[in-house]
C-alpha cells in the first residue's frame, strides 16, 4: 500500500530538536471494551486485531521507520523526512510531547508476529478539541498490495473517532497515486475536491485529492453525536 501522504510540512519532518524527555506513560490497564475515558494524551494503547498492532512508537522504531521513509517509492509522495536515524529519534520525542499535548497523535504500524514497526500514522489536529483531524501514513513497499494498510487503518479510524470523539477526518493523496486513491475510497472516505499544486515532488507543483470521512455518515465507526463515543477496536496493555 502506498503512502498516504504526510500531508504537510508540520508533521513528520517537522522537529530539528525536541525535549530530550522519557518515552510518555503507558496506560496502566484497558479493558477490551472501550471507554471515552481513555486518557490517550497520557500514552496511547495498544491496539490489536487479527493482522496488525498499532502502538505508540519508541526510539529504536527510529532506524527502520528512517529507511522506510527514505526509500523512493516512499519519498515520491511525501515530504522530506529527518536527515538521519538522530533525527527521526527526535521526531519521535517529539509526537511524545504532542501527544501529551492534546494535538497530535502518532502510532507504529506493526504486521502481526513482527516486532519493529513497518510503518507509521499520524493523525494531527485541525481544529481546537480534535474536531477535525488530518491523517498521514507511511508503510514498506514491502507491505503494499497486502491488505495491511486496511486492517491498520481501520483500527486507527477507530480509534480516533469512536474514543478521541474526532468528527471529520481529512487525507490528502497526489492525483495520480492510484493505490492511495483506491484505499481511501475503500475506507468509505469521499472525494470532495482538488488541491491545486498542493504539494511539491521533484521541483514540480502537484494537485492533491482532498479526502473526508465524518462520523456516522461515511462508513466510519463512531458518531457524530458529541459524547456520544464506542469502538470495536480491541485494546490492550502495553
Not at 530539528?16 to 471494551?33: D, L, M
Not at 465507526?221 to 470495536?232: E, K, L, N, T
Request: aromatic letters at 8%; a positive charge.
Amino acid at each position: 500500500m502506498v503512502s498516504l501522504v504526510t500531508t504537510n510540512e508540520t508533521s513528520i519532518r517537522r522537529p530539528q530538536t525536541a525535549p530530550r524527555g522519557k518515552h510518555g506513560t503507558a496506560i496502566a490497564e484497558v479493558k477490551p471494551k472501550l471507554s471515552p475515558h481513555v486518557d490517550w494524551r497520557a500514552g496511547l494503547p495498544l491496539l490489536v486485531n487479527e493482522r496488525v498492532s498499532l502502538r505508540e512508537l519508541r526510539r529504536s522504531d527510529a532506524a527502520a521507520l528512517h529507511h522506510i521513509a527514505r526509500t523512493p517509492e516512499v519519498v515520491r509522495h511525501t515530504w522530506p523526512p529527518p536527515q538521519d536515524v538522530e533525527a527521526f529519534e527526535r521526531f519521535i520525542e517529539w509526537t511524545w510531547a504532542e501527544r501529551a499535548a492534546g494535538t497530535y497523535i502518532c502510532f507504529g504500524i506493526v504486521p502481526n508476529g513482527a516486532t519493529e514497526a513497518r510503518g507509521l500514522f499520524e493523525l494531527r489536529q485541525m481544529q481546537p478539541g480534535f474536531f477535525r483531524g488530518e491523517l498521514g501514513c507511511i508503510m514498506d513497499p514491502a507491505l503494499w498490495g497486502t491488505g495491511l494498510f486496511q486492517s491498520a487503518a481501520r483500527l486507527m479510524l477507530d480509534f480516533a473517532i469512536g474514543i478521541m470523539g474526532v468528527h471529520r477526518i481529512e487525507a490528502r493523496t497526489a492525483v495520480d497515486n492510484v493505490r492511495s486513491n483506491v484505499a481511501m475510497s475503500r475506507l468509505g472516505a469521499r472525494k470532495e475536491g482538488v488541491l491545486r499544486g498542493a504539494f511539491v515532488s521533484g521541483g514540480r507543483y502537484e494537485d492533491q485529492h482532498l479526502w473526508a470521512l465524518v462520523a456516522g455518515i461515511d462508513g466510519c465507526v463512531g458518531s457524530s453525536v458529541p459524547g456520544d463515543r464506542h469502538s470495536a477496536a480491541a485494546l490492550k496493555p502495553r
